[in-house]
């Protein structure tokens, strides 16, 4: 499991060593999936950045491994708080790899090709059952709902793009993905 400090860090760094994770929601039952797309986002100089937004802003502000998640165009969106308190920065979970739990996510989403449960961030929380409830909680922690292991040695070529369905954008690329997997939200 990670710990805290893993997220105690500069958005990026983080953003691509999530890339090969699990990420795993646990209450009934087990759902897992691999992380295979992220976006990095930071504070009031991030012109697309959460951080603007009153609450929202406020999460982002706080401890590094706190979950936020936040509505848009009809989906929840789950990201993750990084670098130290005071310092607002984040991670957008925009796809991961279905591992477990295969036929509770094709439930959520009424849908049986495998690659349409969560191959993009409003795609990934409904097929987790991931909402607005979950916002605030400490992932880092063994007896939260949902939580991100690591899963050792990571063997595959990390892509850098900028950031899908922004307004605007830093002049750096922050969306990172796994090449070649099918999961990826866009290519």
């Not at 699990?22 to 504070?43: F, P, Q, R």
């Not at 979950?134 to 850098?160: M, T």
């Amino acid at each position: 499991m990670l710990p805290k400090k893993f997220y105690n860090r500069d958005a990026s760094v983080v953003a691509k060593e999530l890339l090969g994770c699990i990420i795993v929601k646990k209450n009934d039952e087990t759902l897992k999936g691999k992380i295979v797309e992220t976006e990095a986002y930071y504070g009031l100089s991030d012109p697309a950045s959460r951080a603007k937004n009153g609450r929202i802003g406020k999460i982002m502000g706080g401890e590094a491994g706190i979950s936020f998640i936040y509505m848009v165009h009809g989906n929840w969106l789950f990201n993750v708080t990084t670098m130290p308190e005071g310092k607002a920065s984040g991670i957008l979970i925009r796809a991961v790899e279905p591992l477990k739990g295969v036929e509770k996510m094709k439930e959520r989403r009424r849908r049986e090709n495998i690659r349409d449960l969560t191959s993009g961030p409003g795609k990934f929380t409904q097929a987790f059952g991931i909402d607005n409830s979950y916002n605030g909680i400490k992932i880092y922690r063994r007896d939260s709902p949902i939580y991100i292991e690591n899963k050792g040695k990571k063997k595959f070529e990390i892509v850098e793009s900028y950031r899908i369905g922004v307004r605007e954008d830093l002049p750096f690329p922050l969306r990172f993905y796994i090449k070649g997997n099918e999961f990826v939200s866009k290519l």
